[in-house]
Nanobody, 123 residues
């Protein structure tokens, strides 16, 4: 079992930056590929970014490429999402998730989820 806890969300202005963290506990963090997803009310949870177990491979949804960076510190059991040049359309609840095996953009392949952290970007 893996437990995930996100933090770092908040209210910011357009153009600002935020760094989200996701701390893992339970099984060995480095065994899992990780992902970030986001959800707004009334919509499905959507893929944002994913990273491989070692951290050497990443992938992003087109809308955040060049603005967001995903990284991990396996020694600290922590996943990060650095978000720069934030836009009002980035407003959502952000979730981290873990899956065994290869990293993936497919939400259905992730077995473990955190409870989310709210990010609100004002214009």
């Amino acid at each position: 079992q893996v437990q995930l806890v996100e933090s770092g969300g908040g209210l910011v202005q357009a153009g600002d930056s935020l760094r989200l963290s996701c701390v893992s506990s339970g099984r060995t963090f480095s065994m899992y590929a990780m992902g970030w997803f986001r959800q707004t009310p009334g919509t499905e949870r959507k893929f944002i970014a994913t990273i491989s177990q070692s951290g050497d491979t990443t992938d992003f949804v087109d809308s955040v490429k060049g603005r967001f960076t995903i990284s991990r510190d396996n020694a600290k059991d922590t996943l990060y999402l650095q978000m720069n040049s934030l836009k009002p359309e980035d407003t959502a609840v952000y979730y981290c998730a873990a899956k065994a095996g290869l990293h993936s953009t497919d939400r259905s392949r992730y077995a473990y989820w955190g409870r989310g952290t709210q990010v609100t970007v004002s214009s």
